[in-house]
């Protein structure tokens, strides 16, 4: 095979950011402002523990003399001492790790790449633990609990197999070509990308294919391979389902691997199931789909990377009930991952597949390891949408994502009056379903956060003046919205609606025609135009007889587009 990269392929790779798979090191020691080589007992200890930490999870790239922000550096180092760095993975780590090197210039800069592979058992850093590798983390862990999750993958990784009765003719290469483009080796001969991917084995003249590949890109039909590597989509009338003559579920058409053509399918198929309603967007309503568009598809990819294929009898299911849908995937969450930890957003990594994984993040396709379920928490949270909710049961992972939103009743104004305080997203989500006061355990409940932490963000809003401290101390303490801010309140939502329907009609908005719609004075008149032209709800034209307002900007985003 050729050289590890080639410039424009590290610059590709170097363009996809630190993440599971790759990371920078500067070997530049740049303090006090005064630039030379760092330490080299310094290097050699960083090369110890990223190896070994990349080889005790799913292999990866660590690129010496390039800075954190994927800019070339290169190093002051003689010949004699690269190699001695280069030496590292076999002299340090127990058991020594064989890792592909390359030299290459970039920019004018010498880059170092080393490319560790998998380890078959966990790898020790000589006085210095077991590293692992966690998105663009690395964290130590138990010597069995690396072990654990290696014997698991190889008593059980379906995707390494090899198929001796397939061949290279069973991929549809125009296909893994096309999809193959988003990756660092995109211009190389198919079959050696395939081998850069573990995805195909050379073996005497020919290749060796492994389920991983097959899955990926093989031709159809592709039941001949796996009979229940698919994604079958379920609409419910209702929010349970029923049986017999009351039977209210209605199967769409099944989707069908190759992955690299199903997984963009399954997009397709699935946002036409998902309908749109008024929502908040930015504290406004707007149209909105009912589940955030990152937040369903991050878990209906995570299904498909991480679903055990070794279950041939279940596909991936999906459920769209009236309040929810549930994503299901064949297989028990790998060791040592929990349900609680995914409860409390843990950055974990533990691979079923981490083949498909690795070519899934290269194709710019899935996020990387650690990092979808906070995102779906977080798409969710900003949606103003109940937190997602995992389960396990005979062996099937089960998201549910719901629908209802966590505040009551649809008030535009109140959205705007919390919009104009610097609030967290929890202070924002309990305010918006909570506009009369509420409780410690209220606000717990609707955040997820502890006691204390919930204490801290209430006490926050008693010293921004949006609430009232509550009347007595203890359980089941009520903190008040300020009387202000509730006076506020009603008056702007006995203005709004009304300026709203005036203005579907009209362009603009006279004195003497607010003086009729609200029923008032025109001196009061003149005193609340003011207000709401102070408020950004109405702009002010003109002087005296030829004076008028239009709609302002907050009305604006009120109405919406």
């Known amino acids: 095979m050729k050289d590890l990269f080639t410039a424009p ?35 050699r200890d960083f090369i110890a523990e990223y190896v070994a930490a990349f080889a005790n999870a799913d292999g990866g790239t660590l690129l010496l003399g390039v800075d954190d922000d994927g800019i070339p550096s290169g190093h002051g180092y003689p010949d004699d001492v690269v190699a001695d760095f280069i030496a590292v993975p076999e002299r340090r780590l127990r058991p020594a790790v064989r890792v592909e090197t390359q030299r290459i210039a970039l920019d004018g800069h010498e880059v170092i790449v080393l490319q560790i592979p998998i380890a078959p058992e966990a790898v020790m850093v000589d006085g210095d633990g077991f590293p692992y590798r966690v998105g663009d983390q690395v964290i130590h862990e ?13 008593r059980v990784g379906y995707e390494q197999q090899i198929r001796p009765d397939a061949t290279i003719d069973d991929l549809d290469l125009i296909l893994t070509e096309k999809f193959l483009a988003g990756t660092p080796y995109a211009g190389r001969p198919i079959p050696e990308i395939l081998q850069r991917y573990s995805l195909i084995i ?11 590949a097959l899955l990926l890109f093989c031709k159809l039909p592709s039941a001949r391979w796996h009979p229940r590597s698919g994604v079958r989509i379920f609409r419910v009338d209702g929010t349970d389902r029923k049986h017999g003559t009351r039977r209210n579920v209605t199967q769409r058409t099944p989707l069908e691997p190759p992955l690299a053509r199903m ?18 967007h930015d504290l406004f309503f707007r149209e909105m789909p009912e589940y955030p568009t990152l937040a369903w598809q991050e878990a209906l990819v995570n299904a498909i990377a991480h679903r055990d294929y070794n279950e041939q009898g279940r596909e991936i299911e999906i459920w769209f009930f009236d309040d929810r849908m549930e994503i299901q995937s064949p297989g028990d969450l790998v060791p040592p991952v929990t349900i609680e930890q995914l409860k409390n957003r843990q950055r974990v990594h533990a691979s079923r597949n981490p083949l498909l994984v690795r070519v899934l993040v290269d194709a710019g396709i899935m996020r990387e390891e650690g990092e979808g379920i906070p995102r779906i928490f977080e ?10 909710e995992f389960s396990l049961e005979t062996s099937t992972f089960c998201i549910t994502l719901k629908n209802e939103p966590v505040y009551t009743g649809h008030s535009p104004v109140w959205g705007m009056l919390i919009e104009r305080f610097r609030l967290g997203m929890n202070q924002k989500r309990v305010l918006l379903a909570n506009s009369g006061g509420f409780s410690n355990e209220t606000y717990r409940k609707l955040t997820g956060v502890d ?12 010293t921004m003046g ?32 009304k300026l709203i329907t005036y203005f579907s009609a009209h362009d603009r908005l006279t004195n003497q025609e607010y003086c009729r719609v609200f029923s008032v004075t025109r001196s009061t008149a003149t005193r609340e135009l003011k207000r709401l032209c102070d408020e950004g709800f109405l702009v002010a034209v003109g002087v005296r007889k030829g004076a008028h ?10 109405v919406g587009p």
């Open 9 to 43: 392929e590290l610059k590709r790779l170097i363009s996809k950011g630190e993440g599971q798979f790759i990371e920078f090191k500067s070997l530049w020691d740049q303090k006090d402002g005064n630039k030379k080589a760092l330490n080299r007992r310094a290097v």
């Open 142 to 154: 138990p010597q069995e609990v690396i072990n654990q999750r290696k014997q698991a993958y190889r």
């Open 202 to 212: 050379p073996k005497g003249n020919a290749f060796a294919v492994t389920n991983a």
């Open 263 to 280: 997984i963009e399918d399954a997009y397709q198929s699935t946002v036409v199931q998902i309908g749109k309603s008024e929502k908040l």
């Open 379 to 388: 798409e969710m949270e900003e949606s103003l949408l109940c937190q997602p």
């Open 451 to 462: 006691r204390d932490q919930a204490y801290r963000e209430i006490q926050e809003l008693v």
């Open 466 to 497: 949006i609430l009232h401290g509550a009347p007595s101390a203890g359980r089941g303490a009520v903190y008040k919205i300020a009387p202000d801010i509730k006076q506020q309140q009603t008056w702007l939502e006995s203005r709004v609606p």
């Open 549 to 558: 307002y239009t709609i302002g900007s907050m009305l604006n985003r009120v």
